[in-house]
């Protein structure tokens, strides 16, 4: 039963919402529940009335020229309530998410709040309590492949971007990891980076991520910058891209890089990642809603790329850190100290630990100062005020008495 689809009337509109919360005349205003007043004429009343009967009579009897549904009999009859029980969320494609979800609904009157979500992908759910991982693995039976390129030959992932203009991007074999470390430690300071290494025993404080896999005729860079570009159409930046086997294999990643959203201030797949930086726990939810989101990229991106230049396609879970540029020096010695063999390890003990929110404040105040000066320039009437007043400080200078 679509009640969308009735006409709207007033005393539609008075009607529906007396019904949806039984509270609604208590909460209208003294005008509002006079029934003879100019709020609400008697045709109005009757009119409501009987619609309000028909109401509820599908509810009591499931007829009034249309079925309804359980779910809809329970939402009509309780209100605002049927949005707090998980089930009949579900049923209507919504799960219980946080504020910081830029498409967060608040729902209900009694407090604390409750926010609700559209699931983007609900395809991917079976019950609304579903961990990330049981998401992205059943992201996997739906969209992953595997070809030729084997994987777990560089299961190694370290990317940073660093003042001057220099930049470490490296995916490669797990043994490289000292080399990569002192590239990491020598180098000039990190603005934003990334460690990851593939796993598959970390539990819920692992990282997901995807690895698309591609070899065409022109090489793996150019189909890698494909790939990219097709990403960019999603809305999607950040990817890390690279080649393989002397440019037979262009390779795009996309891991889950919360702290670097933060950081670079993007609202990425919804989220406002600088308020998620205060939700506590192992951010069950923020991975969720990033695993739709990216999930359904990847199936965007599968169907516009020649499907006979895709060899694979890997959604994988990685023991990561993408808070490089948080770690102080000490901090960031001790990890590149690590060996190869314990660095899952460190990674995991990195992942569990609380944010550095005085860290966080000052970078956005710093950023925020540097998009201030960058701005100025670009203002077309900037110069010419600043102009404007020398010009009448000159004026004032000239015309004003000499003293003796």
Known sequence: MNLRCWPAPRAFDIALSSVRDPLYFRRRKPADRQWGSSKLGAAECAASHTFVQSIWNAVNYGHSGESVSPSEQYMLSNGDECMRNELDLFAQGRV???????????????????????????????????????????????????????????????????????????????????????????????????????????????????????????GGTAGALMLVQLFT???????????????????????????????????????????????????????????????????????????????????????????????????????????HGQLRVELTRLAGEALPLAAFKQHWNAMAARKRVATMPEDDNFWGRLAQHFERERELDRDAPIED
Do not use: M
């Open 233 to 339: 159409r999603q809305g999607i930046g950040g990817c890390l891209a690279t080649q393989a086997d002397n440019d037979r294999w262009g390779i795009v990643k996309l891991i889950y890089s919360p702290c670097w959203y933060a950081a670079d201030e993007e609202r990425f797949f919804g989220v406002d990642w600088a308020r998620w930086t205060e939700a506590p726990g192992d951010q069950n939810e923020s991975k969720r809603l990033w695993c739709e989101h990216a999930a359904l990229a990847i199936a965007q991106v599968v169907r516009e790329f020649p499907p006979l230049c895709i060899d694979s396609v890997f959604f994988d879970e990685y023991a990561a850190t993408d808070r490089l540029w948080l770690l102080s020096k000490r901090q960031l010695r001790h990890l590149c100290d690590v060996p």
């Open 96 to 218: 219980n998410t946080f504020d910081w979800v830029l498409e967060a609904e608040a729902v209900g009157t009694v407090e604390p709040r409750t926010f609700v979500r559209k699931l983007a992908c609900p395809r991917l759910y079976a019950t609304p309590s579903d961990p990330w991982q049981q998401v992205w693995r059943r992201a996997g039976e739906w969209l992953g492949k595997r070809g030729e390129y084997g994987l777990s030959a560089s299961p190694l992932d370290v990317w940073a971007q660093c003042d001057g203009d220099y930049s470490i991007e490296s995916t490669s074999p797990l043994e490289r990891w000292p080399e990569l470390a002192r590239s990491l430690r020598r180098g000039p300071r990190i603005r934003t980076g990334l460690v990851a290494v593939q796993t598959t025993d970390t539990g819920p404080k692992a990282y997901p991520g995807v690895t698309v896999v591609v070899e065409t005729p022109s």
